[in-house]
């Protein structure tokens, strides 16, 4: 079962946003929306989440629906270390309720 | 504040041999976790732990055992270590008020 729905994979030229999409139809009203990313074979690095509002940090800004069936990860300017896999995830916050990573999308930046 | 240490970082055995990865986190989260990651793949919870002196199975916890004497400390275990245990594994840590922190891996290889 499928929580989460993401492109395979997305070009985005460096400088420019890039706009990573989920969708997450199913989700429960206290489950969150997490993004990590993972660089190459490194862990994965927690980046942004939320629940029901918009959030932005200093890595990215996290756009999430109305209705909360999808969501959007944003960087706003790309560069070449943001390749990487992105994940999107749903889930409670405060348990260990085992983050479940699909295969996320890989995002290339390029020149 | 090194957050998540995984050692070793780097492991060749035999089928048959046993080993123990060791993850050690320095943040005072209550919550370990172990996945297991393969070519092409998301990650896969192993088992996973929500306090000091309690685990629990994750996803694919079949040839695995863990322990947590510690808070700061969880161990994952290879009895009998088989060709198809040959990944990337990583440990993570979190709390209610935080997103989860990975290791950098170790990349054991079963020959």
Known sequence: ?111 | NAGVTQTPKFRVLKTGQSMTLLCAQDMNHEYMYWYRQDPGMGLRLIHYSVGEGTTAKGEVPDGYNVSRLKKQNFLLGLESAAPSQTSVYFCASSSLRHGYTFGSGTRLTVV
């Not at chain 1, 939320?50 to 990860?73: C, V």
Request: with cysteine; glycine share 6%; hydrophobic share 30%.
């Open chain 1, 1 to 111: 079962d499928a929580k989460t729905t993401q492109p395979p994979s997305m070009d985005c030229a460096e400088g420019r946003a890039a706009n990573l999409p989920c969708n997450h139809s199913t989700i429960s009203g206290n489950e969150y929306v997490y993004w990590y990313r993972q660089i190459h074979s490194q862990g994965p690095q927690y980046i942004i989440h939320g629940l029901k509002n918009n959030e932005t940090n200093e890595m990215a800004s996290l756009i999430i629906t109305e209705d909360r069936k999808s969501s959007t990860l944003i960087l706003p300017h790309a560069t070449l270390r943001d390749t990487a896999v992105y994940y999107c995830i749903v889930d409670i916050t405060g348990t260990a309720s085992k983050l479940t990573f699909g295969t996320g999308t890989r995002l290339q930046v390029m020149l």
